[in-house]
């Protein structure tokens, strides 16, 4: 018994560190060396097999979203489990798990009001890569594991699930936010990773007619993958004008809005019929300012609603269930393919959003 527990001890010294992508001030990441992370009660550690960079990511790195140097970055992942802390049932070392980029705590206020993205507070809900160490990691400690570990099927792969964690979740939000009916139409205000699955969701929920904005070539063909049924580009049409033609005056049931820019704002509400709601997932800076002729000088019955990446492990098992039904397929979207070695090289081609990319997997 004594020889077993000096060998484990010794075995799990000898593993204690992973590689890490580490935040260590603006424009400064670097993938380090660090301890692996142990789970406390009503935690669990997974093994990273995959995951990927967001947007949100690119803005911390560039200064644009504090987080404190030192910080883990990522918040995308999909794993094994590698260690059960005191406090769990129902799962066991080595299950196959997606974990959403929200984790909620399922206890507190908000939570329990079902705004579990909020939990503990607003955006208290996203925490890996914000709040505490994140998925750029070869492990990652979940917290209220309980409530937040999705089992995936074994007929699935890493890639068919890995999107749903953040962008498929966040973008189909912005169609369900919107309550979009059977034959609305929907247009979607730019066509990144988001705004591609916004597309997606409007497609899921029934839309009749869904308009994609986008200029850049790739994600218009995504798109139309996506589900929209017309493309427009604003570097080469008055988009505002050019909606209100195909609907005939009437303006568009839903507007999703998947950029965080004031005019994209603006042309989601000048595009919008009386009662229409605008839904909003962008990540605005600097002020947000209504106009007031399309906002019917605040007579209209228009409906502005936004919302933050659902998560919680009832939300990943539903997002599975559209992918082993086959309602929905995200591989498309990961152009590019990296090793976790060279994810420093990843965040710059995703950064700078070279070569079409849409989304980057990176492999511990
Ligand atoms: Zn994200
Ligand atoms: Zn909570």
């Not at 380090?32 to 789970?39: C, L």
């Not at 152009?335 to 950064?351: C, K, M, Q, R, W």
Request: proline share 5%.
């Amino acid at each position: 018994m004594q020889a077993t527990e000096t060998e484990k001890q010794v075995t799990q010294e000898k593993s204690a560190s992973m590689k890490a992508l580490v935040f260590r001030g603006k424009n400064q990441i670097s993938l380090e060396e660090v301890p692996i992370p142990r789970p406390g009660f009503g935690e669990v550690v997974i093994r990273v097999t995959l995951t990927s960079i967001c947007g949100t990511d690119i803005h911390i790195v560039r200064g644009e979203y504090p987080v404190r140097p030192g910080l883990i970055l990522g918040h995308e992942p999909v794993g094994v489990i590698h260690e059960v802390g005191p406090g769990i049932t129902g799962y066991k070392v080595g299950d196959r798990v997606l974990v959403g980029a929200i984790t909620p705590c399922g206890q507190c206020n908000f939570c329990l009001s079902g705004n579990w993205s909020q939990c503990g507070g607003s955006i208290g809900g996203w925490k890996f890569g914000n709040t505490i160490h994140g998925a750029h990691a070869e492990y990652l400690l979940v917290p209220y594991a309980q409530a937040n570990l999705a089992k995936v099927p074994d007929d699935l792969t890493f890639e068919q699930v890995v999107l749903l964690a953040d962008i498929a979740s966040t973008g189909f939000s912005a169609a369900e936010s919107a309550d979009v009916e059977l034959g609305d139409t929907v247009a979607v205000f730019a066509q990144g990773p988001i705004g591609l699955c916004a597309t997606a969701g409007a497609k899921l929920k029934g839309a009749g007619l869904i308009i994609g904005i986008d200029s850049d070539p790739v994600r218009q063909r995504f798109s139309l993958r996506m589900g929209a049924d017309i493309i427009l580009s604003h570097e080469r049409t008055d988009v505002v004008e050019e909606i209100k033609r195909i609907t005939r005056g009437r303006g568009v049931d839903v507007a999703i809005e998947a950029l965080g820019t004031q005019t994209t704002f603006e042309n989601a509400l000048k595009v919008l019929r009386p009662g229409g709601t605008l839904s909003s997932l962008g990540v605005y800076s600097g002020k947000l300012s209504v106009p007031l002729e399309p906002f019917a000088a605040g007579l209209g019955d228009h409906k502005i609603v936004t919302t933050l990446c659902p998560g919680g492990k009832e939300r990943m098992r539903r997002l599975i269930e559209l992918v082993q039904r086959g309602r929905v397929d995200l591989r498309p979207l990961l152009t590019h393919h990296f090793s976790l070695e060279n994810i420093v090289e990843a965040y710059e081609l995703f950064g700078e959003r070279r070569d079409g990319v849409i989304k980057v997997a990176i492999t511990p």
